[in-house]
């Protein structure tokens, strides 16, 4: 099995490379490994503290690490003879994240070869390791097995069609065995891992995102163009939006004028910010929001990370993803702030939305004229709308505290520094 995981590897390395050529997210990845040991060496160079080694996949992920690492440290200054690599494996997550203040070095993660991995922990010489929900990587952990360096997931989340569960899962069931704690973000996983004979070296934590919105909440940004648009009116925030998503939602928003919308695509190229002003009818991007007209009721976000503290604004979420294939995006951005939160029926994978829908803070529609119905239903009917609030905020608050159980565990049984 290791045979073929190797050339897995290589390929996947291969197919990137011919892929950057003309992708501008597999030429980012591509370059960002480019003489990669060489600046890590340079990085590295004399450093005598003891390094905490965090690694994610992308940008999600990143979230959920964020309030570990900022309960370790909450600045540079405090860290001491402690400081903290953060590294990705994504474009995504490394592009965005690069100049993150509360860590010392962000690197993209070389390619999962021994010889790299090897190479890798000459340099960087971890005293913790942490890696985040769902990467697993084999040379790096075996090599932090051999080197009896503590490697801990956190936030981490199983289910029973994954290879670890399977007749073939032999190498994926290695990896699990170099772990040294899994921080878990349900009783379901701690039952799987169990059932494969791991049970000693689990807690069920909780998912740290939980404890991130709270941060994120809290330090919300207040938007004075967008307060302005908004005035008294109740307000639609539409996060994270696909095509089939704005195709679900425009109707609504082009035959109701004393609503005001707003409309955070996911995609903010040209093309889609086009398609965007042409779907509802009287919107305008905020880049331009000082030249709005009298009858404009929507404004679509045309820039990246004011997402979050727009929810704040809203009377009611919508989250896309759910008309596609992949699923609804963060739930838990919306949610947090104690507000209904619709999205489409593609979600059955994403826990959070399973649970807001079951608890009654958030509201699964099929169709546009269901969307509609939704709306009206909220809207209108004040209790009802209450009762979602009410469902949304207990739920969210009612899931946090991973942080402090991580890290508490940690001290107790000296993985800290």
């Known amino acids: 099995m290791i045979h073929l995981y190797n050339i897995f590897i290589q390929l996947y390395s291969f197919v990137a490379n011919v892929l950057s050529i003309k992708n501008?997210?597999?030429?980012?990845?591509?370059?960002g490994r480019k003489s990669i040991f060489d600046k890590l060496t340079e990085a590295f160079d004399g450093n005598t503290s003891k390094v905490i080694w965090v690694h994610c996949a992308s940008l999600g992920e990143f979230e959920q690490a964020r309030p570990v690492i900022e309960q370790f440290v909450t600045s540079k200054e405090d860290k001491n003879d402690t400081k903290i690599l953060l590294t990705f494996f994504s474009p995504s997550g490394y592009e965005i994240q690069k100049n993150y203040d509360k860590v010392d070095w962000v690197f993209y993660l070389p390619i999962d070869t021994k010889?790299?991995?090897v190479l890798f922990y000459q340099i960087v010489k971890p005293f913790l390791i942490i890696f985040v929900k769902y990467e697993f990587w084999y040379h790096y952990f075996a090599t932090a097995k051999n080197l009896k360096i503590p490697l801990v997931l956190v936030s981490g989340i199983f289910r029973n069609h994954q290879p670890f569960f399977r007749w073939y899962g032999s190498l994926h069931r290695t990896m699990l065995s170099c772990i040294h704690h899994f921080f878990l973000q349900n009783?379901?996983?701690?039952?799987l891992l169990a059932s494969i004979n791991i049970s000693k070296n689990v807690t069920v934590s909780g998912d740290t995102r939980f404890d991130r919105v709270l941060q994120i909440a809290s330090n919300a940004l207040s938007i004075s163009s967008i307060e302005q648009f908004i005035g008294n009116s109740q307000v639609i925030v539409a996060g994270s939006t696909w095509t089939e998503d704005d195709e679900e939602i425009d109707h609504f928003a082009n035959i109701n004028p004393s609503l005001k919308f707003i409309i955070a695509p996911h995609e903010i190229n040209t093309e889609r910010l086009s398609e965007c002003l042409t779907l509802y009818k009287n919107s305008v991007l905020f880049s331009n929001i000082n030249n709005i007209k009298a009858n404009t009721n929507v404004i679509i976000i045309d820039n990246v990370g004011m997402l979050s503290s727009l929810y704040k604004y809203a009377t009611i979420?919508?989250?896309?993803?759910?008309f596609g294939g992949d699923g609804v995006h963060n739930v838990l951005e919306p949610a947090v702030y104690g507000k209904p939160v619709v999205f489409g029926p593609v979600y059955d994978k994403f826990i959070e939305a399973n649970d807001l829908v079951e608890t009654g803070g958030a509201i699964v529609v099929e169709s546009a004229l269901e969307f509609e119905r939704v709306m009206n239903d909220l809207l209108n009917d004040t209790d009802y709308y209450n009762s979602c609030c009410r469902s949304s905020k207990e739920y969210v608050l009612s899931k946090t505290g991973a942080t402090?159980?991580?890290?508490?565990?940690?001290?107790?049984h000296n993985l800290l520094p």
């Open 115 to 117: 010889k790299n991995a």
């Open 24 to 31: 501008n997210k597999a030429r980012k990845w591509v370059d």
């Open 404 to 412: 402090n159980t991580i890290v508490d565990y940690l001290t107790q």
């Open 187 to 191: 009783q379901q996983s701690k039952d």
């Open 317 to 322: 979420s919508f989250v896309g993803g759910g």
